[in-house]
């Protein structure tokens, strides 16, 4: 089989309607369009949402929300899911690995929820104030 010789099942495309071709193709006079009006004519429409010039209901509805398209690739990192890893030293790849932050996540900040009961060696992390002081205590060290 070869790219150029694919082509579509018989029968899967339907031909188009063939319009204005007469009284007894049922399709004849008006082509479907209706009597008069703007959609009867040719080039008449109107924009995407237009209600007539009553208030459009994307217009009506309130703005809400916002979704940050970097929030996918960052994730936060608690303390004590630190005490579950095995490594000596914790990093994106060992984080990926122990599966504590999803595939696609570029950046984690590390912060201070919960206790840490081990030393670690956080490396290339981003780590909060709270955080740095409490990996600190318990022996650790952190690298920027």
Known sequence: MRLNSL???????????RVGRGIAAGRGKTCGRGQKGQHSRSGGYHKVGFEGGQMPLQRRLPK??????KSRFSAELRLHELNGMTDETIDLKSLKKARLVSRIVARVKVISSGSLDRAVRIKGLRVTKGARKA??????SVED
């Not at 082509?7 to 188009?16: E, F, H, L, Q």
């Not at 990996?135 to 650790?140: D, M």
């Open 7 to 17: 082509r579509p099942a018989s029968g899967s495309g339907k031909a188009a309607k």
């Open 64 to 69: 809400v929300g916002f979704a940050s398209r």
């Open 135 to 140: 990996i600190e205590a318990a022996g650790g």
